[in-house]
């Protein structure tokens, strides 16, 4: 079982909200970690978007507008990436990350589709 | 502000060695917590982390490619060095380097690392 499982693909429409998950494996608590979130568009290397822990630990990468947002439900043991007011520019691959063992771990990546 | 660019071969036959340089500026090596981490994309699928460098000389690889990977950096600690033996087809891919930032708690041990900028990649193709 893969350490981040996150879903291959998700639509959503123009002005909308997108949640994308971030699963971390059963054994791993989604509560110790930072999750790392990144955006990919096509032809260009991953930007930094921001980090979460919890609302007290939290980091918005410097640019990132405020509509990008993290979340975790403990419940499901994972890291939600929240995109609000979808616009056209978020259509992107979105990875997450977390630092598991002393090395770096990524997701799958989500692709996003603002249609 | 901070930038990084990789350079290197971008065909290497199979089995060869790869080696590839990350080229940065606007930081120093030298600063505690600072590092410099290496990512590859193979063509249309996810990213994979393979290693990182500390200001330290200390140094971490992916568990799977660890036998394989050697990162080091010149005495000017201008530039980090990847080094891939045996390469093989699979590994075709973009090839990343990207700043770090330690993340340290020591009353918990817990530890990460935020890898942001990205160099631009450089596509590394592996064939005969």
């Known amino acids: 079982q893969a350490v981040l499982t996150q879903p291959s693909s998700l639509s959503a429409s123009p002005g909308a909200s997108a949640s994308l998950t971030c699963t971390l494996r059963s054994d791993i608590n989604v509560e110790t970690f930072r999750i790392y979130w990144f955006q990919q568009r096509p032809g260009s290397p991953p930007q930094y978007l921001l980090r979460?822990?919890?609302?007290?630990?939290?980091?918005?990468a410097s640019g990132v507008p405020s509509r990008f947002s993290g979340l975790k439900d403990a419940s499901a043991n994972a890291g939600i990436l929240v995109i609000s007011g979808l616009q056209s520019e978020d259509e992107a691959e979105y990875y997450c990350m977390i630092w598991h063992n002393s090395a770096g771990v990524f997701g799958g990546g989500t692709k996003l589709t603002v249609l | 502000q901070i930038t990084l660019r990789e350079s290197g071969p971008t065909l290497v036959t199979p089995t060869e060695t790869l080696t590839l340089t990350c080229t940065f500026s606007?930081?120093?090596?030298?600063?505690?917590?600072?590092?410099v981490g290496w990512i590859r994309q193979p063509p249309g699928k996810a990213l994979e982390w393979l290693g990182v460098?500390?200001?330290?000389?200390?140094?971490r690889y992916s568990p799977s490619l660890k036998s394989r990977l050697s990162i080091t950096t010149d005495t000017s600690k201008n530039h980090v060095v990847l080094t891939m033996t045996n390469m093989d087809p699979v590994d075709t891919a973009t090839y990343y380097c990207?700043?770090?930032?330690?993340?340290?708690?020591?009353?918990?041990?817990?530890?990460?690392?935020?890898?942001?900028?990205w160099g631009q990649g450089i596509l590394v193709i592996v064939s005969s």
């Open positions: 990207a700043h770090g930032t330690l993340y340290y708690e020591f009353w918990s041990g817990y530890d990460d690392n935020c890898f942001d900028p």
């Open positions: 979460y822990r919890s609302d007290s630990d939290k980091q918005q």
């Open positions: 460098i500390y200001w330290n000389d200390d140094k």
């Open positions: 606007g930081f120093s090596l030298n600063t505690r917590g600072v590092n």
